[in-house]
């Protein structure tokens, strides 16, 4: 199952949608058949940060943020 989580993770990651806390904690609660608190994903982000990197976000471009306000 934590294997399972890992692989959901990391296809997220190559989608470039980084997952929060609440999405690893919705998703391990959805395989586990239970909910988990968030105390289970800070450890589950500790056992297995050999596989899970994380990084900031780059920030949106200028132009990009310029062409998402169509009153500019």
Do not use: C
């Not at 190559?14 to 999405?23: D, Y």
């Not at 990084?55 to 943020?65: E, F």
Request: net charge positive.
């Amino acid at each position: 199952q934590k294997a399972e989580l890992v692989k959901y993770i990391e296809g997220l990651i190559a989608r470039h949608l980084p997952p929060t806390r609440e999405i690893i904690r919705n998703f391990a609660s959805i395989i586990a058949k239970e909910p988990v608190s968030e105390s289970w994903v800070t450890r589950f982000i500790n056992w297995y940060s050999i596989y899970l990197t994380s990084r900031w976000a780059t920030g949106m471009d200028s132009n990009r943020h310029q062409a998402d306000l169509g009153d500019k």
